[in-house]
């Protein structure tokens, strides 16, 4: 599975933004799938990730009431909808497969997309 984030940019602080990530491969409906994010001087961190099927989700505690996880199958594609943005919200995020058997470690997800940067300005 090759993947391509986009949708990234920079908005005000408590602004929106909708990230997607496009897969190709006809498998894509068969996988669970994460988004993370790495500021700069940081490490990589969990963000959310869900089911195949899109019936489980899951969020880091930073984003949960903020941000939605979802996907839609036919387009091969998942979403992440980032409202109420913060400045610390800035980073470059990641799309990813899930490979393992944690939805929270990055070990555990693989063909990772390029990213995308969002600035979230103060």
């Known amino acids: 599975v090759q993947l391509q984030a986009s949708g990234g940019g920079l908005v005000q602080a408590g602004g929106s933004l909708r990230l997607s990530c496009a897969a190709s491969g006809r498998t894509f409906g068969t996988y669970a799938m994460g988004w993370f994010r790495q500021a700069p001087g940081k490490e990589r961190e969990f963000v959310a990730a869900i089911s195949w099927s899109g019936g489980s989700t899951y ?4 984003v949960k009431g903020r941000f939605t996880i979802s996907r839609d199958n036919a387009k091969n594609t998942v979403y ?22 944690s939805w929270y470690r990055g070990e555990d997800f693989g063909s990772w997309g390029q990213g995308t940067q969002v600035t979230v300005s103060s």
């Open 59 to 62: 969020y880091a505690d930073s």
């Open 80 to 101: 992440l909808q980032m409202n109420s943005l913060k400045p610390e919200d800035t980073a470059v995020y990641y799309c990813a497969v899930l490979i393992g058997s």
